[in-house]
């Protein structure tokens, strides 16, 4: 369960990050790309580790919130699946039709 909140915090960040403040994005990068700990975080910025965990939880919160709204990743994981669909399909000569269709879907997937 840890692994995938990480990976899907990292995924909503990527997508979501020019929307945070500055102290947000520090706090984040820290935590979750570059594996600090809370308390590391509180010495660098000198202040406390709630204050940190704090401003975490509010980020991810708000992330989420992001995501509910406007779908970013719902919609890159939808065309990924369909082009490994598509990739499978090609290797294995699948028809043309089958192909042009999933094609199609990830048109209307943007």
Partial sequence: MLLEKTTRMNFLFDF?????????RSYMELYYLDD?????????????RQA???????????LEEYEDKLRLLEKFQQRQQLLKQLTAALEQGGDKEACLALVEQLKESD
């Fill in 16 to 24: 979501y990050q020019a929307l945070l403040t500055e102290k947000q």
């Fill in 36 to 48: 600090h700990s809370l308390g590391e975080i509180a010495e660098s910025y000198e202040i406390s």
């Fill in 52 to 62: 940190v965990y704090d401003n975490i939880r509010r980020t991810e919160a708000m």
